[in-house]
């Protein structure tokens, strides 16, 4: 009897119980506010004062202290605030540049005067302290007013000046285990893991890094959170427009074809904002607007020298035989290039008994393409990528009183990626895919085009409840629900071009072996409740996440026995698969941050840590079908996606010091452990006794230690600095998830790792270093240097192994970035016009080797052959990697005026 395909399960009662249980208790989200906090004591008697009216001025936030003095106001968007204590026979006093952050608790003393009659006020003005004593994990916070000090185009460079991130891997995590937020609200495009869209500087009132064990309201992340809050609408109206122009200047023109071209039209920029009340509304709606456009023509240039149409013949090594079919103009074509178009729009309403209603957009473009080697010579051969992005939210924010409030938030969020040559597929300047290979070996192709279209396109739909209460004002208790539903829509497919249809481009059939195709409907859900106890000798914050994922797809229940498929037509019988199942998971988490002084703390924190995969791992290859022959892009039609993953977990510790050692300076110590488990790997299965192909399941493993050494010491008198140091090991099985594939494919096959080997990003050692100097309102400039030890790789000869995996090491990293502002005005404008330089010593950093010699400018393969014309190319051309080396100098001029 034909057994019945498993029906697809929601939810066991018991999960059902344990959401709607939370859900009653009421809910909590990721965190867009903070919070002041503090104690009013007479200045003569030093007695706690009650009944002080606390006051921030510019909004209706306030409190009264209670009998012991203390007052606490929650709610508040992270920045500046002025703060005013006031009562009956007291001289009220205002304190300035209080500044707030997400998640984390301010705290403002005051000490108020008897008078008898009230003759005015004092003002004074505090620093933000030097040791957060709130803090029970490692979270670098950056304010709006020093994201515009650095020399930064995105949010990604200021990631990765952080402590312990290397080039977006933070603490020696893969890839795709951060979690990013643009208010509180999700923004990974949970088909890859990456950030589907990313706000721009001149937008954000502050980034927050969360690298250590962030709390429990965090979740979908095994190494950090990003959480990025965009500045809120102004109560006046404001704005601002900057540009700028450059280009790369660097002197080395052998390795960067076209350098000696310089042009401001390479790489230009312009991005404003506009803010402020509309009118007729009372100041009760408010808008913020912001939009940049950036072009860059990129580093790496390709010389059309052939067209994709263009054939060429190679018989033997006699030139004489040669045909060489060049009908290219010889122009310089970018190959590295990026243009980005950003808008974002919000609306403020301040709505009832409310902080206000917020209506929020994003969209962003991106058209780019990445470097090929091969197609040096052909570049319109290659693919062109199209990013397109867009965010829309609702945030609602209800107080009930002084102690608590309620955010209530909703989003939808899109994601569509497009990678073709040309957009019609049946465009008759494809060509048969046969010309990729006239070319030969050590050379550039001499025509041909990327065959290949692919695109998928995301869409997440998001709601969150979050509910915040001060109880007492020792305990603040956080309570949360969220849901996501995510569509996933996925195509891939070869174009044709062969005889068979007189050279005319045409289809596959879908579910052919080149044609792939599904739509999956996963949904999340997760509830975590969070206490955050201060005490003033002792803060913890305790909580609990319970996450759960259905998948929405199907496995072989015996992919060895795979080759059936080859007989039949989607839809295959059900009795060959069983239904992917649900999967849930509770995590812990834990910190303590206990004050030893008024000057210093010492953290301790542990947690437990859910991801689900990136969904293309969860559903690729959905035809089952692994083909025998055929020209295939590299893990297309070899492997088998596997939707049954469990999900990946990793259990961090972390222990930490903070101190101030004078005014204005401290030092930050921290060292942490991460225990890394169910990582994606490839398990190899056979096709036929002869074809080798693989199915992604949870193998791999791994292990990071570390320890960072901070020492910041604050702008004051016209200088400031910040200074880090990482220690780190990051270890593991495998680096990537399709290294096993990699290894059995070799010839001969390489063993599966079973012990611990470096992963491709451990940088054992690296150095931050940013110095500001200067008078604010004059002239300011700031200069960035990153030192590190290079990263780790495999020793080879002509492409067999000579070493252990990653057993030796590229050479060390260094660069340096500098930023000069100086500060005018245009009658009553402010105007400033500013000099960025990006590596400013043109350093030749080698980001990528040679296996034979562990550098990028020189390989063996030029002594075992002989120095002669190789196709279209010379052999020294051909092994000329600008891809090898990072960026060089990058020298931008512009101007902004204010308003």
Known sequence: MKPKMPQRTLLTPFYILLLVTLCIIVPARSGTTGKIAGKIVDAQT?????????????????AATDIEGSYFIINLAPGTYKLKASAVGYTSTVIADVQVSADQTTRINFSLSAQAIEMGGVEVTVSRPIVQKDLTSTVSTVGRDRIAALPVEDVAGLVNLQAGVVEGHFRGGRSGEVKYLIDGMPVNDVFSGASALQPEVNSLEEVQVLSGTFNAEYGEALSGVVNQVTK?????????????????????????????????????????????????????????????????????????????????????????????????????????????????????????????????????????RDYDHQFTLNPDGDYLRFQKSFLGSAS??????????LDINASASISDYKQYVYENPIDPRYVNPERLRDAGGNAFLTGGTQNWHFSHHTNTYTGKLDYTSQLTTIHQAKFGVEMQMHQLKYEDFQVHVDASNGYVPYLPKPGDFDFNRYTNHPYQLAAYAQDKIEFDYLIINAGMRFDYFQPDG??????????????????????????????????????I?????????????????????????????????????????????????????????????????????????????????????????????????????GEYVNRDYGGVRGVTIAVERRLADGFGANIDYTYQTASGNASDPNDDFNRAQANPPVESNKQFVPLNWDRRHQINVTLTAGSPGNLVGSFITRLGSGLPYTPSLQNQRTGLENSDNRPTFFNADLYITKYLTLGALPVTVYVKVYNVF??????????????????????????????????????????????????????????
């Open 46 to 62: 030093s007695e706690a004062l009650a009944g002080i009216n606390v006051l921030v001025i510019g909004t209706a936030l306030g």
């Open 232 to 368: 809120v609408a102004g109560d006046k109206f404001s704005g601002q427009i900057s540009t700028y122009a450059g280009d790369y200047i660097t002197g080395r023109t052998t390795l960067f074809q076209n350098a000696g071209h310089v042009s401001p039209a390479d790489l230009h920029n312009i991005e404003g904002s506009l803010s402020g009340p509309i009118q007729g509304t009372g100041n009760n709606v408010k808008f913020f607007l912001s939009g940049r456009y950036y072009h860059d023509d990129g580093y790496i240039y390709g010389r059309r020298v052939f067209n994709p149409k263009d054939s060429s013949s190679f018989p033997s090594n006699d030139p004489a035989t040669w045909h060489i079919g060049a009908t290219g103009n010889g122009a310089y074509v970018p190959m590295n290039f990026q243009t980005r178009y950003t808008l974002q729009g919000k609306l403020n309403f301040n709505v009832g008994n409310a902080k206000g209603l917020v209506l929020q957009a994003f969209y962003q473009q991106q058209d780019y």
């Open 396 to 405: 609602y924010n209800q107080v009930f009183s002084a102690s608590s409030f």
């Open 554 to 591: 199907k496995t072989l229940i015996d992919p060895n026995n795979i080759a059936v498929l080859d007989a039949l037509q989607p839809p295959y019988p059900d009795s060959l698969f069983h239904r992917a199942s649900g999967k849930a998971q509770f995590s812990p988490r834990l910190g």
């Open 593 to 693: 941050s206990y004050p030893t002084s008024d000057k210093g703390a010492i953290h301790l924190s542990y947690g437990h840590f859910f991801q689900i995969p990136p969904f293309e791992f969860l559903y690729k290859n959905p035809n089952f079908r692994i083909p025998l022959t055929g020209i295939f892009p590299e893990f297309v039609g070899n492997v088998l996606g596997n939707a049954d993953l469990q999900p990946q977990r990793t259990t961090m510790y972390e222990i930490g010091l903070q101190q101030e050692l004078a005014e204005n300076l401290g030092i930050t110590v921290t060292t942490y452990y991460k225990d890394i488990r169910n990582l994606l790997g490839l398990q190899i299965h056979i096709k036929n006794d002869f074809k080798k192909f």
């Open 842 to 899: 043109d350093s030749a950093n080698e980001i990528d080797v040679f296996g034979d010699t562990g550098r990028a400018g020189y390989t063996l393969e030029l002594t075992r052959a002989q120095e002669a014309p190789h196709g279209a190319n010379t052999l020294a051309e051909y092994f000329s990697r600008p891809d090898f080396y990072s960026a060089p100098r990058q020298v931008l001029v512009g101007a902004s005026v204010s308003f």
